[in-house]
């Protein structure tokens, strides 16, 4: 009875919490640049810090951001570098032609 | 109202979470190096506090205790809520004020484990309080939070260009302030008693 108890309890605050969080998502949603999305699929994702942000998602952010130099990835090397200036470029051509 | 004044004064001054119980301490030293920040840490903490202790007190008075769960089903719950209250904190931050949102960094998701919070939902549960005096106290406890924050900030923003020797620079310094500074408050200690 204990086990049933704690875990319908468990269940009940969580589904709670969560759909509460889920509505505070919605209301204050912030509209994300889709180019960080992108550069973040296109670096390896170790999150090794070699570019010195706090992992793979803090570098895209700062690439598109603060205008920080693509080619930072180390374990990407060349590669990757030449990946994320393709999105840079393309989106940048997008935003010419709109 | 007596009692409520004496709990506002301990929390504050006498049992500071930071500088007497030493609870949250990993704010203490990672935001503490500019006024702002650690005045935005301060107010989320509070926050933090004041909400999950106004969930978790009827949760574990009229659910957890009459099942008989309250011995080992508390901290899942308490972390449970104090996590969901962070996540809101963190969303609506990243909207309203997105400089203060990097500027705290990864120390706001973890106030989801800062022993401060988690620590004055016990210590209430701990003292018997009821939901009025539980609620004076979880905010009393922000605001003596955030207090010691300001005060550390202040501190370490006139020590960056202070001349300190090159081994001391920057955190050895601070965790030297932060034990004169803990020591200065122990001049309260046994002002008022809690009862």
Redo the contacts between chains.
């Keep these: 009875m204990?086990i049933l108890?704690?875990t319908l309890?468990?269940l009940i605050?969580?589904v709670f919490?969560?759909i509460?969080?889920a509505i505070?998502?919605k209301v204050?949603?912030?509209q994300l640049d889709p180019r960080i999305e992108k550069i973040q699929h296109a670096l390896p994702g170790y999150n090794c810090g070699a570019c010195g942000y706090?992992g793979c998602a803090g570098y895209a952010d700062a690439i598109v951001e603060d205008k920080v130099p693509h080619s930072k990835c180390t374990p990407g090397g060349a590669d990757v570098a030449a990946k994320i200036l393709a999105i840079l470029k393309e989106s940048a051509g997008e935003a010419e032609t709109a | 109202m007596n009692e409520l004044f004496v709990i506002v004064i301990s929390a504050i001054f006498v049992n500071n979470f930071i500088l007497s119980q030493f609870l949250g301490l990993c704010p203490f030293f990672g935001v503490s190096k500019k006024m702002d920040s650690a005045i935005g840490m301060g107010f989320a903490v509070t926050f933090v506090l004041v909400m999950s202790i106004m969930i978790i007190y009827p949760i574990n008075l009229y659910i957890l205790a009459p099942l008989g769960l309250d011995k080992f089903l508390q901290i899942s719950v308490f972390i449970l809520v104090i996590a969901a209250f962070v996540q809101l904190v963190e969303i609506v931050l990243k909207k309203l004020s997105k400089g203060l949102y990097k500027a705290l960094g990864i120390y706001l998701p973890l106030i989801t484990t800062n022993c401060a919070i988690l620590g004055s939902a016990f210590l209430v549960l701990q003292k018997n309080f009821d939901y009025l005096q539980s609620l004076v106290f979880a905010f009393a406890a922000g605001i003596g939070f955030t207090l010691a924050l300001v005060m550390m900030s202040g501190v370490r923003e006139r020590l960056d260009t202070a001349e300190v020797p090159k081994a001391f620079k920057d955190l050895p310094i601070a965790f030297i302030t932060a034990g004169l500074m803990s020591l200065a408050m122990f001049g309260f200690l046994g002002i008022v008693k809690l009862g």
Excluded: E
Aim: aromatic residues 18%; glycine residues 6%; hydrophobic residues 60%.
């Design positions: 204990t108890y704690s309890i468990m605050i969580s919490l969560g509460m969080i505070f998502a204050f949603h912030v706090p």
